[in-house]
């Protein structure tokens, strides 16, 4: 799925060192008993040990019901290697170098697929998910064709996952003011009106902030550029060409609607320098009316922290522009990492694949999520309920449970499926309601130089001419000239040859 511009991207010299003596080394002894890199395989009648080197957030017990019940599952003597993120691609790497990589590991980077692919470390995985992968097939199958399906083969299961991005508007303050949910740019403006002038809080003052937004949290700015058609930080097809949204029809017109709220006090008068921390905390604070992030951020993780009693009511909603546009930035499940390799080393593949496949399966999605039902949680009349202690955090991964999540994820799982109706509905909005772009699974060649000049550029630009009081056509005129001439016009004709390249391969 890559195209040539990957060869020019130098992983880490001690990895290319690591890889390579892999390569060099993959012959091994051959016999009867030898998978595809001639590796002295489990012997029939003996238990597989399969490794894995996993990413952990906290701390666990190496020994837990969770694994010893995943050993039995998957009749695999399973080993664990659990490391801080900060740590794991030091720890990869030296596990490669040392000739014993782990037989399942993950990626957190595009190039270093690529790497791993010409470095001949990771198995192609077709053969084996058609046959012990069912349950990966039948949950990401369709998703498997991304950066990891290179040359017409599968080297990478991509995680997959993620939790969408929806405008949560006040939906007790809409009723408080006999408003209805917006769904127009004008309804909009009219609702932030309100929330700014017509004490929703009911404290006796106007003090509350219509629309949260901060140039540190990239997807609060998400719909009103998608309302004009304008997917954020994501290339558009104009006229046969990858064209950067910086320069897409309509991104003028969304950073004009953007001066127009500001001049009108309708959003964050702080938005250019706010910290994201501080922007979170207006809204638990109760002082803003619309602000737009993860669902399972805004309506299910953050109510604890929501200091109003009763805690505030939200609705998620789209907004349509003037030519009928509008909706959420597409999300590319297949573009989404970590991405799960095997090992051309592993002893077993077979064993690895199963371990993954019973991982990805509705079973091995609630064990490792919630634990072992009836010792953790109990369902009860198909109601899911914590068994105490285990609904504090740190008492349930003393047993294991979400302590191997971060392994490989199924999709609407456990974790989807625990989250209360409102989240829900967010994340289903936000999936079902992608505006049109021109995806880009490669890298164009002038990022490694250009790509922060580039960002940089735009953001000086947006964030003056949301508060500029002058001329903004001329402004973007000269923003538009600079922008092509510092790297944009490269950027085109570079992503333009991926493009059309990587569309031909998925059409195969």
């Known amino acids: 799925m890559i195209n040539k511009s990957w060869k020019s991207i130098v992983w880490a ?68 290697i659990a490391v801080d993120l900060g740590d794991y691609e030091n720890k990869l790497n030296a596990m490669i170098a040392s000739g014993s990589p782990p037989d399942i590991f993950n990626s957190y980077s595009k190039p270093k697929i690529k790497d791993l692919v010409d470095n001949k470390a990771i198995l192609e995985l077709d053969s084996l998910l058609e046959k012990s992968g069912k349950n990966i097939s039948e949950n990401k199958g369709k998703y498997l064709k991304g950066i990891g399906y290179i040359d017409g083969k599968t080297y990478a299961i991509p995680n997959a996952y993620g939790l969408g991005n929806g405008l949560a508007i006040r939906q007790d303050w809409l009723d408080k003011l006999g408003l209805k949910v917006p ?204 068994i105490k202690p285990y609904d504090d955090a740190v008492q349930l991964r003393n047993q294991g449970g979400f302590a191997y999540s971060a392994i490989i994820q199924r999709l609407d799982g456990m974790e989807f499926q625990l989250m209360n109706d409102t989240t829900r509905k967010g994340i289903e909005l936000s999936y079902n309601s992608p505006i049109p772009d021109a995806y880009l699974f490669g890298v164009p060649d002038i990022e490694r130089d250009k790509k922060k000049v580039l960002d940089d550029m735009e953001l000086e630009f947006r964030t003056s001419a949301i508060v500029s009081k002058g001329d903004l056509d001329k402004l973007y005129t000269d923003f538009k000239k600079k922008y092509l001439a510092e790297g944009g016009s490269t950027w085109i004709e570079q992503a333009t040859v991926i493009y059309n390249k990587e569309q031909a391969e998925l059409k195969k």
């Open 13 to 80: 010299t001690t990895t290319i060192i690591a890889v390579g003596s892999l390569s060099a080394c993959s012959g091994g002894a051959q016999g009867s008993n030898t998978n595809s890199s001639g590796q002295q395989q489990t012997k029939p009648g003996e238990t597989p040990t399969v490794t894995i080197l996993m990413s952990k957030s906290t701390n666990f017990p190496e020994t837990n019901p969770v694994i010893d019940q995943i050993r039995k599952k998957t009749g695999a003597n399973v080993q664990v």
């Open 183 to 386: 769904t127009t740019l004008d309804e909009y403006e009219n609702v932030l009106k309100a929330f700014v002038t017509k004490d929703p809080d009911g404290n006796g003052k106007n003090d509350t902030i219509g629309l949260g937004l901060s140039v540190s949290i990239d997807q609060t700015f998400e719909h009103v550029f998608a309302a004009y058609g304008v997917p954020l930080k994501r290339g558009v097809l104009i006229d046969g060409k990858v064209t950067p949204w910086a320069l897409a029809p309509g991104y003028l017109d969304a950073v004009k609607y953007y001066n127009k709220l500001y001049k009108e006090g309708l959003l964050e008068p702080d938005f250019a320098t706010v910290p994201a921390m501080q922007e979170y905390e207006k809204l638990w604070n109760g002082k803003m009316g619309a602000f737009q992030f993860n669902p399972p951020g805004t309506t299910q993780n953050w109510m604890t922290r929501y200091i109003e009693n009763p805690k505030p009511k939200f609705v998620y909603t789209t907004l349509k522009g003037p030519n009928g546009q509008g909706g959420n930035v597409r999300f590319v499940r297949e573009d989404k990492g970590p991405w799960t390799h095997i090992s051309s080393k592993s002893k077993n593949p077979e064993a690895a694949m199963k371990v993954l496949d019973f991982l990805i399966s509705e079973e091995g999605d609630r064990l490792t999520w919630a634990g072992i039902e009836g010792t953790t949680y109990s369902m009860k009349d198909g109601k899911f309920e914590w």
